[in-house]
Each structure stands twice: as structure tokens, then as C-alpha cells.
């Protein structure tokens, strides 16, 4: 089966069993036997048009007089492929593009789609004049020209204001580059980043995380020896900051809340030495597998994982931890550069329900802290009400908790002033995170 119709296979998947775009690519690169520029090639196709998602459709609309939700399913997936091959990648002809999809049509549908779908794309390429992008500022026009739902758009320019709207959405459409976090029980980030050269990667040692490496190039990540040893982690840089902000040490007590897959969780552990006591809760036992495997992969033997609920953990460990991290469950809107499907799976009213179950978790997790023990809240999300607002409204009743300056904690200097942290993309250059931290009065 050819690249194209493995990512036409991956997208009906997307689109019409609401699968993952990245668990769909990994499988079907697993099921075929893929050179690796054709992974590279299948990976672009997948992820870029998913991330142009509605903007395929609205040039699609041009050229097409029927309403698309009268067309075949799998013609509409055809047609966003060669579409987004057409218009998005200088490196593709757009005759190969149209050639490559009347071909799929033919196998994957009729002539009759054939003929459809050449028609199209031939008028396509001849007019791109009809397809020309807006130029404007309204929500609606920046939604289109980059590639995000109209209600983020307007969520966002209602938020931090047109401009950092516009700037965060194309920082949302560049490539997330690969980042690894440094396994300090089994060797330095010195020693890591020539063992990744000698591995044909091409590395930089990240600025604000001492254990981060970023990735400029390299190898498939099963292929990635250093990885696959348990010499290093993926991890972005920006969520290795919270560990450093827990503050781990030697003999602690810790419960993370919301863990898997680990990331954070085997962080700390590293940061322990390996001595002490983790519990890992998650509310999904094939998630905390993922997290036993990694902690196995990187030789961390302190963790303890438990199918718990996070609004539950004060029942089960009442002030017993020295430290806690709730990493609660969000809305992920600081992370859309590393999910291109993402975007278009949210909804206006996930951000109205987050806070809520975010404070009660908050709250359950207060009841677990010893007297003088802390309490690390942390998202990948950007949004004020997801982040700084439900610490406002925790420490409206919880008068035994003040606020910590994380500031502090963190392993360089950044320019916010308040006591909580807020990376943006758009201007911090990496993934979007907010993390308070909490003590218990003794």
C-alpha cells in the first residue's frame, strides 16, 4: 500500500471512527513496513490536514456545488489530501496531487468519484485566485487564513487581545520539535546528547530545563536506542518545570494525582534519587500500565500506582503527603502545536466545566497535605479561567493554604512578576503551562 493511501486510510479513521491522529499513525506504521521517508511523507499528509481542518473545507466549498455532507465520507478525505498537497506543500506537484487522488478515488470509491475528484482539483489548481486567503483581522478571517475554529479565535482575541491571538495561532500551526528530559539515575545530559549524535541525532540542550534536550532531527522513536534504554524521557520542557517547582527530596512522601503516562511522575522520581515513596493515581488502569512501563524503562522503583479518583485522594491519604501535584485535566490549549487534531475537538463548554472539577480535585488534594507540606497545581492550558482564577477561588476557602512564589523553585529566570507561572507559546517559544504552588500552614 502506498503513502497515500495509508494516510487516506489513517484519516477515515480520524474522521469517521473520532480515532487519534497519532495512536492511528503509530499503528498503521507498525502494520506496514514503511521507509522512512515515506514516514516522514505519511506523517505530514496525516497531521497537516487534520491541523488545516475546516480551512480544506472552506476552499473545498469553492469548487463544489453540492452540500459536502452529500458526498462520500472517504471522497471528502480524498479530496482534503489532495487539497492540502495543492495548496500547503510547495514540495508536492499539484499534478502528482490530483493524479494521486483520482487514483484513490478509483480504489477506495467509483469512476464516477474519479471523475468527481478530478474535476475538482483540476479547477482547483487553475483558479487559485478562487481560493485566495482573507487578509483581515476579524475572527472569522483568522480562523480561516490559520487554521483554528472560529470560537478559539474569538476565545482568544476576547482573552489576551487581536494581536497575541494572532501570534499564538501561528505558533499553534509551527512544528513542535521533539524534546527528550534527560534520565539523571542512569547518566548526564552531557554524556545523552553525545550518546543521541552518535544516534544521527541532531540536539540542543534546552535553556529553561537542565535535564531538556530538543530534537532538531531524529530517527523514529523506536529506532531511538538512548530512548529505548531508558537513558531519556519524552517530555516537553516546560512540564519538566513542575517537578523542579514540587521541590522533591529524598524520603518524601508524594502523591501524584492525575499521573499517567509518567512523564511528571518518573521526574520526580529522578529528582528523589529513587528514595521515597510515589503514589501514582490515575482513573484508568491501561493508563497506569504506561506509567509501571516507563518507571520499569527508567529503573524508578518508588512508585506505586492506584486506580484512584483525583477527587478521592483526600478520603484515601488524609494528611499524609508531604508533597502533592494535581496535573489536572484541561482543556490542553497550550499544547495544539503537538496535537494538530486537537483543535478542532474542543468545545466552548469544556471550558465552562473544567473549573469545576478542577477545584474539587484541588480541594480533595488539600485534605491530603501534612501541616507544612505543599500543594503543586498545574495545567498545559492557557486560559485565566482554567489556571490563576480557580487558585483565587481555592484560597477563598482555604484560609491554611498561602501562596508560594514558584519563582523560587525554577531552574531559570522569567520575566512574570506574579507568584504563579504562565509560559505562553507565542512568547515563552514552547508549550503553553501555568503552575502555582501551595503550602500548608504549619
Not at 503527603?321 to 496535573?327: G, P, Q, T
Not at 523560587?408 to 517559544?429: A, E, S, V
Request: aromatic share 6%.
Amino acid at each position: 500500500m502506498n503513502a497515500r493511501a495509508i494516510a487516506l486510510n489513517i484519516l477515515n479513521e480520524i474522521y469517521q471512527q473520532k480515532a487519534y491522529a497519532n495512536i492511528s499513525l503509530s499503528r498503521h506504521f507498525q502494520k506496514y513496513e514503511i521507509t522512512e521517508q515515506d514516514r516522514r511523507f505519511i506523517t505530514e499528509l496525516v497531521y497537516g490536514t487534520v491541523k488545516s481542518g475546516d480551512t480544506l473545507l472552506w476552499i473545498l466549498k469553492k469548487f463544489v456545488n453540492r452540500p459536502l455532507n452529500k458526498i462520500e465520507p472517504t471522497v471528502i478525505n480524498i479530496l482534503r489530501l489532495g487539497i492540502y498537497q495543492i495548496v500547503f506543500m510547495d514540495k508536492v506537484p499539484a499534478s502528482a496531487a490530483c493524479n494521486e487522488a483520482v487514483n484513490l478515488a478509483k480504489k477506495f470509491s467509483n469512476q464516477g468519484s474519479a471523475k468527481f475528484v478530478n474535476g475538482v482539483l483540476r479547477n482547483l489548481i487553475r483558479q487559485p485566485e478562487k481560493y485566495a486567503m482573507p487578509t483581515g483581522n476579524k475572527a472569522i478571517e483568522v480562523a480561516v487564513r490559520e487554521q483554528h475554529p472560529v470560537w478559539l479565535v474569538k476565545k482568544f482575541i476576547h482573552t489576551f487581545g487581536s494581536e497575541a491571538a494572532l501570534k499564538l495561532c501561528q505558533f499553534n500551526n509551527t512544528n513542535a520539535p521533539l524534546v527528550l528530559r534527560t534520565n539523571t539515575l542512569k547518566i548526564t545530559r552531557p554524556e545523552l546528547i553525545k550518546e543521541l549524535e552518535q544516534n544521527e541525532c541532531t540536539v540542543i540542550p534546552s535553556k529553561i530545563a537542565p535535564e531538556g534536550i530538543i530534537c532538531q532531527s531524529h530517527a523514529s522513536l523506536n529506532k531511538l536506542k538512548p530512548l529505548q534504554n531508558g537513558m531519556a524521557q519524552v517530555q516537553d520542557e516546560s512540564s519538566m518545570l513542575v517537578a523542579h517547582v514540587l521541590n522533591p527530596q529524598k524520603g518524601d512522601f508524594i502523591i501524584d494525582t492525575c499521573s499517567a503516562p509518567g512523564g511528571k511522575t518518573t521526574h520526580i522520581a529522578a529528582l528523589m534519587n529513587n528514595e521515597g515513596t510515589i503514589i501514582a493515581g490515575d482513573i484508568y488502569e491501561h493508563k497506569l500500565k504506561l506509567i509501571n512501563e516507563n518507571a520499569h524503562r527508567l529503573g524508578i522503583n518508588i512508585i506505586k500506582t492506584q486506580l484512584l479518583d483525583a477527587r478521592e485522594v483526600g478520603n484515601f491519604y488524609p494528611n499524609k503527603a508531604d508533597k502533592i501535584l494535581v496535573d489536572a485535566p484541561c482543556s490542553g490549549l497550550g499544547v495544539l502545536r503537538r496535537k494538530p487534531d486537537s483543535r478542532w475537538n474542543k468545545t466552548e463548554d469544556l471550558l465552562s466545566e473544567l473549573p469545576a472539577l478542577q477545584l474539587e480535585i484541588l480541594n480533595s488534594a488539600a485534605l491530603a497535605v501534612k501541616k507544612g507540606g505543599v500543594l503543586v497545581y498545574s495545567t498545559c492550558t492557557i486560559m485565566p479561567e482554567e489556571n490563576q482564577n480557580v487558585i483565587d477561588e481555592f484560597l477563598k476557602t482555604h484560609a491554611d493554604f498561602k501562596l508560594d512564589d514558584v519563582h523560587k523553585f525554577l531552574p531559570f529566570k522569567h520575566k512574570d512578576k506574579t507568584k504563579t507561572l504562565q509560559l505562553m507559546p507565542h512568547i515563552d517559544h514552547t508549550d503553553g503551562f501555568f503552575i502555582a504552588r501551595l503550602i500548608r500552614n504549619a
